[in-house]
């Protein structure tokens, strides 16, 4: 990658080049530190959400095995990208041939999004780990790791990654902008994890687009990100459930035209304001309007009217809250 794409982009500029700077992880960095020191280890299967440092482990691990020129030492290759268990074949067997580091036995395969191969590939592929094992260390990087082969998953060391906390992103993100002399509202950092749910890689593009347009604040957020404020869903749902259907409708029309956000793009947030903290609703109410939320998400996905669908939907809330006896609280 060149230099100048490692500049411009945060998440690449700001990437843990060692094990020691990857953020959380905890058990995960002392079990790979450990392989560096004894300069050994087995096939390795890094399995977890995307943006939780899967990638950034291996070249950590890569780094601090070889040192800075680690690169001429691993092989990288995405699963989806290649054209087919033959071209990983035939990269392979070239990598295994070239220059062994000089005091480490082996090298590193890092296969992107393993769990994309079909079970065919896959078999391939273990047959491929079996011939090269002498000299060369697969790390499988994968989302699902259901989707590996048991025969595979049994060769491997197997490493899950968590989503990140709250904690560790508002921390980097602070990091960041203060590196990067953006200003920003705290409660802007933590809208961002909101949004990101843990996804670091999110979670600095959005800072990124949001400090381009000057300073970081909850707005500003929400805008790079096209979502509505979650604030104004829920005063929208709070407000049908107070009964007051037309000013509820309102508030509808306002967040869809504010943000230019279509049906559903408005359903998702619902759904997700349905499950915080911060809507103060009876549970059989929430069960109800879970349910009915996924109709109203089915028939405007299969191409009903969005402003019919969600009028009809704060509707029935209307109704059903006065049914339920249940005004938010
Ligand atoms: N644990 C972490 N500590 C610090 N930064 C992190 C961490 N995890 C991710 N990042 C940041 O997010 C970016 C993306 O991370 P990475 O490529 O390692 O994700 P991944 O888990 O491999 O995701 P994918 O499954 O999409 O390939 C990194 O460049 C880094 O800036």
Redesign the pocket.
């Known amino acids: 990658m060149s230099t100048a794409i490692e500049e411009l982009l ?3 500029k ?3 080049r060692s094990l020691k ?5 905890k058990e995960i960095v002392e079990r790979l530190s450990k392989f560096v020191a004894e300069k050994n280890m087995p096939h390795l299967l ?1 399995a ?10 291996a070249h950590a691990l890569a780094h601090d095995l070889y040192g800075d020129n680690y690169t001429q030492y691993m092989l990288e290759l995405n699963a989806s990208d290649e054209r087919g268990i033959d071209t990983i074949r035939e990269k392979v067997k070239e990598f295994a041939r070239s220059k062994t580091p000089p005091d480490i036995p082996f090298k590193i395969v890092l296969l ?2 393993a769990d994309n191969m079909t079970a065919d590939a896959q078999q391939a592929l273990r047959r491929l780990m079996e011939l090269y094992s002498a000299n060369t260390r697969f790390i499988l ?1 994968a ?1 699902f790791p259901s989707k590996i082969i048991d025969p595979i998953q049994s060769r491997c060391a197997f490493f899950r ?1 968590t989503p ?1 906390g709250k904690d ?1 992103v508002v921390g ?1 993100l602070r990091y960041i902008a203060e590196k990067e002399n953006v200003k920003y509202d705290e409660d802007a950092l933590e809208a961002i994890y909101d949004i990101s749910e843990g996804d ?2 999110k979670a ?1 593009n959005i800072l990124q687009t949001a400090a381009s347009l000057g300073k970081v604040d909850v707005d500003s957020v929400y805008k790079v990100v096209g979502m509505a404020r979650p604030k104004d869903i829920r005063e929208m749902v709070e407000e049908a459930l107070k009964g007051d259907f037309t000013g509820a409708r309102e508030l509808l029309r306002k967040v869809m035209i504010e943000y230019g956000l279509s049906g559903e793009d408005v359903v998702r947030q619902i759904h997700r304001e349905l499950f915080s903290n911060d809507l103060k609703i009876p549970e059989e109410l929430r069960v109800m309007i879970a349910d009915y939320l996924g109709e109203i998400h089915y028939r405007i996905v299969e191409g009903s009217d969005d402003d019919i669908q969600l009028s009809a939907f704060l509707a029935w809330l209307a109704m059903m809250s006065k049914r339920v006896g249940a005004a938010t609280t």
Not at 21 to 25: F, G, H, P, Y
């Open positions: 945060w998440t690449e700001y990437r843990p700077e990857i953020v959380n992880q890094f977890g959400p995307p943006g939780t440092g899967k990638t950034t482990a992107d999004e990087a989302n990654f990140l560790d980097r670091m890689r600095i």
